[in-house]
């Protein structure tokens, strides 16, 4: 029986499995991503989307509202797929940002999916390892952000101004 994912709302036929703790899906829609990024391991050639794709799955599935790591999740997530596709640097330097965005991840407030996606992990894992794979990773990403447009401007300001923000903020939460 095909089953839609909580999460991404990709349809999979129904499968038992393990998932995430936080990152609500279907067991199917997390095969599928585990699938991606066992191709991304064994290749050299997919590593420089390999944060796209983690990225770009873990803010489709946003998990509990309630759930202040999956609050957590989506906000440095989306920052980081964010400094990829409009502030392109080294992935070195793209893992120092986050480490830095880490430490006031706290200040990060809920930001809520959009209502539907318009490309999901299902329109990308039948090209796993394929030629096509990075070029799928990227549209998804893309797609994703863009959907995500409401809270372009809080992402961006959270960036530039989360610093400051979040020392302030200390001892707050
Ligand atoms: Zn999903």
């Given at each position: 029986m095909p089953t839609r994912c909580a999460g991404?709302?990709?349809v999979f036929p129904d499968m038992e499995g393990p998932t995430h703790a936080y990152m609500q899906s279907s067991p199917a829609c997390f095969a599928a991503f585990?699938?991606?990024l066992a191709a991304e391991y064994s290749s050299a050639a997919l590593r420089s989307v390999h944060r796209l794709t983690v990225d770009?799955?873990?803010?489709?599935?946003?998990?509990?509202?309630?759930?202040?790591?999956?609050i957590q999740s989506v906000g440095l997530h989306l920052a980081?797929?964010?400094?990829?596709?409009?502030?392109?640097g080294s992935p070195m330097q793209t893992n120092a940002v986050m480490l830095d965005?880490?430490?006031?991840?706290?200040?990060?407030?809920?930001?809520a999916p959009p209502e539907a996606f318009r490309v999901t992990v299902a329109e990308v894992v039948d090209f796993a390892g394929t030629p096509s794979h990075?070029?799928?990773?990227?549209?998804?990403?893309?797609?994703?952000w863009e959907g995500y447009a409401e809270h372009h401007?809080?992402?961006?300001?959270w960036i530039d101004d989360g610093p400051d923000e979040?020392?302030?903020?200390?001892?707050?939460e």
């Open positions: 991404c709302g990709a585990t699938k991606l770009t799955w873990a803010v489709q599935h946003p998990g509990s509202a309630e759930d202040r790591r999956a980081r797929l964010m400094l990829q596709l409009e502030r392109p965005f880490s430490h006031y991840k706290g200040t990060l407030r809920r930001l990075a070029d799928k990773v990227r549209q998804w990403a893309e797609t994703t401007e809080y992402i961006r300001r979040g020392r302030s903020s200390k001892g707050c």
